[in-house]
């Protein structure tokens, strides 16, 4: 009977760490950002429809969120209305990150959706994406006032969603407005 | 037959013949090093696939950094320290060593340790168990014929 105990207990064990791993499974489908806690990339990108810089430090001092989207992503119109909602609530600066766009294809669709933004940097190449660790649109990154990365939301927003892994993560007393 | 299912499978495990980057640096020694750390680097929207064999955008924009990144003189523990810090581990085929990742490599060789010493255990059972060889063999060979009755 006694020899049964050990390979039993074994088993047990492995059952035991399956379980746990495959209710674990859905978050780790998502990968999470490698900049969390870390300082915000620094950048300098054009202006979409303009010929100004934007200076990614001229943000230093404020909470803002960073929403990378491109007019070939088809989550991107799925999250469209909740970014203009989020917009007209005013609650935080948007920045948009147009990741490997066409300029005129970009113009086009703000106009006819809508926009958003507050401004909208132009990333032709995707080399700031790849520094942001970017692996797929949309992404919505969270910025302190201290320029640190505090969430990263990986896939369409909704207000569900904005409201508790953003507003939720907004210290008591944060300014509101735009840029 | 057998020659031609062979050299079907032959052709099908060869990936690197096979990869879907165009590029090549000019420097046979940077270029080398450009082949072997693209496909270490996992492509991180198709995420089974090395940036080397991935046909997406994303894994050519990994690749054109890693190309900047050899041309600028960098080394490949710095080309991989690069991609960790925007990707995170998981962009590295082979995760390296570090105390979060100790159990993923040591439980493994936990598990072989646990298989010997359990498999040596129920050797020595078997063997514990088994009659002993010479009582029994001598009987036989010298009482051929006898049924069991002691000679007399």
Redesign the interface.
């Known amino acids: 009977m006694t020899r049964f105990l050990?390979?039993a207990g074994?088993f047990a064990l492995l059952v035991a760490v399956l379980f746990i791993g495959i209710q674990r499974a859905p978050e780790k489908t998502v990968?999470?950002?490698?900049?969390i806690g870390k300082s915000a990339p620094a950048f300098t990108l054009p202006v979409l429809g303009s010929d100004q810089q934007f200076y990614a430090d001229s943000l230093r001092g404020r909470w803002y969120v960073l929403n990378v989207w491109g007019t070939w992503c088809p989550e991107c119109r799925n999250e469209h209305d909740t970014l203009l909602e989020i917009a007209r609530s005013r609650a935080l600066p948007v920045v948009g990150l147009n990741w490997?766009d066409d300029d005129s294809a970009a113009l086009d669709w703000l106009e006819q959706l809508g926009n958003p933004y507050d401004v909208v940097a132009v990333d032709r190449?995707?080399?700031v994406?790849?520094?942001?660790?970017v692996?797929?649109a949309p992404e919505t990154f969270l910025v302190d006032a201290t320029g640190t990365v505090v969430y990263r939301h990986v896939g369409p927003l909704n207000l569900q969603i904005w409201s508790r892994e953003f507003l939720g993560r907004l210290p008591r007393a944060s300014a509101g407005g735009g840029l | 037959m057998i020659v031609l299912m062979l050299l079907a499978m032959l052709l099908m495990v060869m990936p690197r013949a096979q990869a879907i980057d165009p590029v090549e640096l000019e420097d046979p020694g940077l270029q080398e090093r450009y082949r072997d750390l693209s496909h270490e680097l996992r492509c991180m929207q198709c995420q089974n696939q090395s940036i080397a064999d991935s046909p997406v955008g994303l894994a050519g924009d990994l690749r054109r950094e890693v190309r900047e990144l050899l041309l600028a003189g960098k080394t490949d523990a710095e080309i991989r320290t690069h991609m960790r810090e925007r990707y995170g581990d998981f962009i590295l085929f082979r995760p390296q060593f570090s105390t979060r990742n100790a159990w993923l490599w040591l439980t493994p060789l936990l598990l072989l340790l646990i298989g010997l010493i359990a498999a040596l255990r129920v050797v020595r059972q078997r063997a514990a168990l088994a009659p002993t060889d010479n009582s029994l063999s001598d009987e036989t060979s010298g009482d051929s014929g006898s049924s069991g009755r002691s000679a007399s």
């Open positions: 050990l390979p074994v990968i999470p950002s490698a900049l490997k190449e995707g080399r994406a790849i520094d942001w660790g692996y797929g």
